[in-house]
């Protein structure tokens, strides 16, 4: 089955450490984005890449960092400059970026102690 | 700047009534306009799109939308709800063309509560 998978579900680090989140997808997509959902606030774009070694800031990009070294793949960095970084993450891709809808991973729940 | 703005952030209905969803967007020119389901604890999945033509357009699990240019909207609607319906639904637009062609604007969420 196509789709796309996020990994891992449920993630816990500690303040000031580095973390990455993982996404893939085998829907031959060309274009991939992260979002961050936080409660009552919808979701809000960190990057995204419409074609592999290309990336764009979102709305909110900072302390955050991707790449973008495969189709399949589009990794995001927590970094420790991400000043609330606790929230659910969802990666996306859409076959396009004119018109197509975008598909969504399962989502990664990121909890910072 | 585009916005998107869905007028209540939580719907409770019983079972086997029917149920709008209202959105409402800022932009005038020509757009994408997208409902979105969330499950709790989940990703999104889409119920329907309205990139061109009809401006009713039909969805999965038996929802509607109608694309109001004049008035910006695009309310979501089911003649009759199940308890199965219970989850979060966003409205999404984007620009067919200009400089934000490659990102979706969300609405902040509407909770709807299917009550027995």
């Known amino acids: 089955d196509g789709g796309i998978t996020q990994s891992p579900k449920y993630l816990f680090r500690k303040e000031g450490q580095n973390v990455t989140l993982s996404c893939e997808q085998n829907?031959?997509?060309?274009?991939m984005y992260w979002y961050r959902q936080d409660p009552g606030q919808g979701l809000r774009l960190i990057y995204y890449?419409?074609?592999?070694?290309?990336?764009q800031k979102g709305d909110i990009a900072e302390g955050y960092s991707v790449s973008r070294e495969k189709k399949e793949s589009f990794p995001l960095t927590v970094t420790s400059a991400q000043k609330n970084p606790t929230a659910f993450y969802l990666c996306?891709?859409?076959?396009?970026?004119?018109?197509?809808?975008?598909?969504f991973g399962p989502g990664t729940r990121l909890t910072v102690l | 700047a585009q916005s998107v703005t869905q007028l209540d952030s939580q719907v409770p209905v019983f079972e086997e009534a029917p149920v709008e969803l209202r959105c409402n967007y800022s932009?005038?020119?020509?757009?994408?306009l997208f409902w979105y389901v969330q499950y709790p604890n989940q990703g999104l999945q889409l119920l329907l799109k309205?990139?061109?033509?009809?401006?009713l357009v039909k969805g999965i699990n038996g929802f509607e939308a109608e694309f109001n240019k004049s008035q910006t909207s695009f309310h979501l609607r089911k003649p009759s709800v199940h308890i199965s319906d219970t989850a979060e639904y966003f409205c999404?637009?984007?620009?067919?063309?200009?400089?934000?062609?490659?990102?979706?604007?969300f609405g902040k969420g509407t909770l709807l509560t299917v009550n027995p």
């Open positions: 996306a891709s859409s076959l396009g970026t004119g018109g197509y809808e975008q598909f």
């Open positions: 829907l031959n997509h060309d274009a």
């Open positions: 890449s419409q074609i592999v070694n290309d990336f």
């Open positions: 932009s005038s020119v020509s757009v994408y």
């Open positions: 309205y990139l061109s033509g009809s401006t």
């Open positions: 999404a637009v984007r620009y067919r063309s200009g400089g934000s062609n490659y990102k979706l604007t």
